[in-house]
């Protein structure tokens, strides 16, 4: 997959960019079963072998749909900060991707993935994003003791993400900081030491 991000050509950039558009145009209209290699070409005018070209997988359209949709790539929060802290502060990064575009193409995505498997591959790879680093944060904190030893990193994971997907993704609802900071108060805390 080529990524737009990196130093490329202007002309391909561009190129990149109209394709991106008409694969969110496509999105938006007809939902992610719409978005293939032959129409993003026919919607975009670009050469399908150009389309192959920036994404070889239907997988890689949906994933750089979600990227360009918000920022998905997180960073670790400050390690000298409280375990709780850092859970919120990433949290709210969580939240804010899912209150912009990520959260109405993952809505759109979900419903799918049941039935398409190139949906449910790109939504496996989101893992990647969000979730791991949270995971990566519980199981530092169950290591250095600020967790208590019988806590389930996976079980407290799914409860402090959980909730965000079924505000955004079912109620349609915004997640606010507000919201991030209760939900981590009622979860997270009564398995903190100290």
């Not at 490329?8 to 978005?35: C, F, I, K, S, Y």
């Not at 806590?151 to 505000?167: E, R, S």
């Not at 919201?179 to 979860?187: A, N, P, R, S």
Request: net charge negative.
């Amino acid at each position: 997959m080529v990524d737009p991000g990196s130093s490329m050509n202007p002309q391909v950039e561009r190129t990149h960019r109209v394709m991106l558009d008409a694969a969110r145009e496509l999105l938006a209209e007809h939902g992610p079963a719409a978005v293939t290699h032959l129409r993003v070409s026919e919607t975009s005018g670009v050469a399908r072998a150009t389309v192959y070209r920036h994404w070889p997988d239907r997988v890689d359209i949906l994933l750089d749909l979600l990227r360009s949709g918000a920022d998905l790539h997180f960073t670790p929060p400050p390690e000298d900060l409280p375990l709780a802290q850092r859970v919120t502060g990433l949290l709210e990064k969580l939240a804010a991707a899912l209150n912009g575009n990520s959260g109405q193409i993952l809505t759109a995505m979900i419903g799918l993935a049941e039935w398409d498997d190139d949906v449910f591959a790109a939504l496996g790879r989101m893992r990647a994003f969000g979730p791991r680093l949270l995971r990566d944060l519980l199981a530092g904190g169950l290591a250095d003791g600020s967790l208590t030893a019988a806590t389930d990193i996976d079980v407290l994971m799914d409860a402090l993400i959980g909730p965000l997907f079924l505000k955004r993704l079912l109620h349609h609802d915004e997640i606010t900081d507000a919201y991030v900071g209760d939900l981590v108060d009622t979860v997270l805390a009564p398995h903190l030491i100290g």
